[in-house]
């Protein structure tokens, strides 16, 4: 009887290690399975000009209103006094009238607002 009792112990044993083996086989190769999300997604290099576009906007939408990007001169922040220019546009109010940010100088549109 006890011989009995042993066998099937090692086989309950035997059998839960192989189910326990081909659960964990089956986890690791379901979630290491991602071809088919990564199909999708463009490996290409972005060009410098169009990064350059990218982080220099040629209009900023405010609150208060459309600034449009003119070439800067040398001299653009003498034109406005000192509480109608801001250096960061999220500061903007309805005095501004310039923004100098990303090395340019934004105008506002008067028929924006």
């Keep these: 009887m006890r011989v009995k009792t042993r066998t099937?112990?090692?086989a309950f044993l035997a059998f839960s290690a192989i189910a326990f083996a081909v659960v964990i086989t089956n986890s690791?190769?379901?979630s290491s399975d991602t071809s088919g999300e990564s199909d999708s997604v463009t490996k290409a290099i972005i060009p410098d000009n169009v990064l350059e576009e990218l982080n220099h906007p040629d209009k900023i939408y405010t609150k208060d209103g459309l600034f449009i990007k003119k070439p800067q001169s040398l001299h653009d922040e003498?034109?406005?006094s000192?509480?109608?220019?801001v250096?960061?546009?999220s500061k903007t109010t309805n005095k501004i009238k310039a923004?100098?940010?990303?090395d340019a100088t934004y105008i506002?549109?008067?028929?924006?607002?």
């Design 8 to 10: 099937w112990g090692v």
């Design 28 to 30: 690791v190769f379901a």
């Design 78 to 80: 003498d034109k406005f």
């Design 82 to 85: 000192q509480d109608e220019v």
């Design 87 to 89: 250096y960061d546009g």
């Design 99 to 102: 923004i100098i940010q990303y």
């Design 108 to 113: 506002k549109e008067e028929d924006s607002k």
